[in-house]
């Protein structure tokens, strides 16, 4: 499966690939610490293609990686909607514990951006680490 990077690591900013470019979503007091991106043409319940957590060393925007198969699942809830994201794991440090951590804040951050930008109340939460190989068929 081909994975597409749209945000580097340690990025403050989280991008989405918008036609031939990358459009800035919105801005993060806390940089990401892994590749972000979607798994081409595997498209979840909501129509959009799946995100993609990519563990290793700093990609470009616009990589392309393949990947055999998923190393596991991160389980969350954006905006009130199931909103997983798969990980992929190429090398250098790992830490289930830190990605954990990450994304318990991140989703804290979440909520904030809802209440603040539109004031409204949404849910935004981690429900947990999933490592375990998956094979997109």
């Known amino acids: ?12 900013f989280k991008y989405n690939k918008s036609g031939d470019h990358y459009k800035k979503v919105f801005f993060s007091p806390l ?4 590749n972000y991106g979607y798994i081409e043409g595997a498209k979840g319940d909501d129509g959009m293609e799946l995100d993609a957590v990519v563990l290793g060393p700093r ?25 997983d994201k ?3 794991y ?7 514990q830190l990605l954990s951590c990450y994304f318990r804040i991140y989703a804290v ?7 603040l930008s539109e004031r409204r109340i949404s849910e935004c ?5 999933e490592e375990r190989n998956i094979d997109f068929v």
């Open 1 to 12: 499966m081909k994975v597409i990077i749209e945000t580097p690591k340690y990025s403050f």
């Open 31 to 34: 940089p990401t610490i892994f």
């Open 59 to 83: 990609m470009a925007q616009g990589t392309v990686i393949e990947f055999p198969r998923c190393n596991g699942v991160v389980r969350f809830v954006d905006d009130s909607t199931k909103d």
């Open 86 to 88: 798969y990980l992929f």
């Open 90 to 96: 190429i090398s250098g440090y790992r830490s289930p």
């Open 109 to 115: 951050f979440k909520t904030l951006i809802y209440l």
């Open 125 to 129: 939460k981690f429900l947990g680490l």
